[in-house]
């Protein structure tokens, strides 16, 4: 089969190649998937570039990046039902922990790491939802319903951003968010968004409160933790919740403690690959019923073939993307 490997950091040019490599078989309780689409994430960056923590070397000697990803299940290894063949799925994880991701023609994984993907919901979007839309969906709804909650999206013009905005409406919560420019701050409002706030402002924190009559915000979803945190602490109510799950800008930050403390504030670090399985099945079961209710709205910035995985890289890593970078198998 086809696949984009590399077995050393370093820029995407110089290190991701397209080769041949022999076509897994399904082991016992694993689906072999004919992969359609692969979604290329920040994080797929930041691993095939040595970023991950405490990371200096590769984890095995060949790599087939990205852990998103959609297609069919085309075989199945012992203990897997037969009518999984032809089922058409998304999958979770794909690259975790594992040596061989979704930039391939194929990939055998565990059969619950493939989920069923709706008839009427593209193959495009499908490979959105591992990393963006389990992230976006738990953010939001990982602490219980939030209905007539007041939560807001940092962050609302950014694909998880995005994503977190609509879970939210669909939901049943008071929406608000933050963007920059123009199109970001439209981005945000077409989601959903009941108002949009420019996440530069000086006057940011004054604004929301202003905006919900002194009203506190139940739920916060965290895009840049470290840079937002003292604004986060101001606004955030008694026993609410800031579900983060970046801090790109600051990565030690430095937390004003007692203020948190004496609001009892949870922080919720999100990592969608270290869900337990409880959380991600209700995840999943969540996010599948949004795919059904057609709640979702997936922006893609760009579709390349396989053999561009390394432009496609570079787009991620640039930031200025508006939407999904996705590569055609």
């Known amino acids: 089969m086809r696949a984009i490997t590399y077995g050393r950091f370093g820029p995407a040019r110089d290190v991701l190649k397209l080769e041949d490599v022999p076509t897994p078989t399904p082991l016992p309780g694993e689906v072999l998937v004919r992969l359609?689409?692969?979604?290329?994430?920040?994080?797929?960056?930041r691993a095939r570039a040595g970023g991950r923590p405490g990371v200096t070397e590769p984890p095995f000697p060949k790599i087939i990046p990205h852990s998103d990803g959609s297609g069919i299940v085309e075989a199945v290894?012992?203990?897997v039902s037969s009518t999984r063949i032809g089922e058409r799925v998304w999958i979770w994880n794909g690259q975790w922990q594992r040596a061989f991701g979704t930039a391939a023609e194929y990939i055998a994984l565990p059969q619950e790491q493939a989920v069923a993907l709706p008839d009427d919901v593209s193959f495009e979007e499908g490979a959105i939802l591992g990393i963006p839309g389990m992230t976006a969906c738990h953010a939001v709804l990982g602490g219980g319903p939030v209905r007539d909650r007041i939560v807001?999206?940092?962050?609302?013009?950014?694909?998880?951003?995005?994503?977190?905005?609509?879970?939210?409406?669909?939901?049943?919560?008071?929406?608000?968010?933050?963007?920059r420019g123009d199109s970001g701050m439209e981005a945000a409002r077409t989601a959903g968004a009941e108002k949009v706030f420019d996440y530069s402002d000086?006057?940011?924190?004054?604004?929301?409160l202003d905006w919900t009559d002194g009203r506190p915000?139940?739920?916060i979803v965290e895009v840049e933790f470290g840079r937002n945190v003292e604004t986060n602490t101001r606004?955030?109510?008694?026993?609410?919740?800031?579900?983060?799950?970046?801090?790109?800008?600051?990565?030690?930050?430095?937390?004003?403690?007692?203020?948190?403390m004496f609001k009892a504030v949870t922080?919720?670090?999100?990592?969608?690959?270290?869900?337990?399985?409880?959380?991600?099945?209700?995840?999943?079961d969540n996010l599948t019923g949004l795919l059904e209710r057609r709640a979702l709205d997936f922006r893609i910035s760009e579709v390349l073939r396989l053999e561009e995985c390394a432009r496609a890289h570079d787009i991620v890593a640039e930031g200025a993307r508006a939407g999904s970078v996705l590569l055609k198998i």
């Open 267 to 284: 922080i919720d670090l999100v990592l969608v690959y270290l869900l337990s399985r409880e959380e991600r099945t209700v995840t999943v």
């Open 217 to 219: 915000v139940d739920r």
């Open 202 to 208: 000086d006057t940011l924190a004054e604004q929301i």
């Open 152 to 179: 807001l999206v940092s962050g609302g013009a950014g694909t998880v951003g995005r994503l977190a905005i609509q879970v939210a409406t669909a939901s049943g919560a008071r929406v608000l968010a933050t963007a």
């Open 77 to 79: 290894g012992e203990g």
């Open 36 to 45: 359609q689409v692969s979604g290329v994430n920040p994080s797929d960056n």
């Open 235 to 260: 606004i955030i109510a008694e026993r609410g919740t800031i579900a983060a799950y970046g801090s790109a800008q600051e990565m030690t930050p430095v937390l004003p403690f007692y203020p948190l």
